[in-house]
């Protein structure tokens, strides 16, 4: 068993899970059901690939399951444990620590290269880079100002 962070992972466990996930966006005064009742399982080092035509609720379901956007109803639970209940900080610290996506329009820092863009997590983490914009930016308080946050 490793254990990262405040969730331990064992091979072949349950690590994503949601139950009767559903999701309704209010658009004037119609209502667009995104997602319906949606029941899905994916465990430990599984491969998944969620495919289907635009509009059909992939970039919903993601944003669902990453902790980015809130159900209409329904429970997404990350290792077992139901999102829910908590709160935006520890939404943010889960996000960080746990979840990775890439998104179709990059959601890149325009001011970052591409690498200090995948790196500039590891370092919101304090997890050392050596050589990288941290030698560049030695005061930590400095690279969010330096990155426009």
Known sequence: MEER?????????????????SKVYRVG???????????FVAKQRDFVVIN??????KTTFLNLIACIDQPTSGEVFLEKQPTSSLSEGQLANLRKETIGLIF?????????????????PLLLQRIPVPGT???RFPEKESLPKAVGE
Not at 52 to 57: A, L, V
């Open 52 to 57: 289907g035509p635009s509009g059909s609720g």
């Open 133 to 135: 914009i941290v030698s």
């Open 104 to 120: 179709q329009t990059f959601n890149l820092i325009p001011v970052l290269s591409a690498f200090e863009n995948v790196e500039y």
């Open 29 to 39: 005064t119609q209502q667009v059901h995104a997602l319906h009742a949606v029941n």
């Open 5 to 21: 962070g405040t969730f331990c992972y064992e091979r072949g466990s349950v690590s994503i899970e949601t139950k009767d996930l």
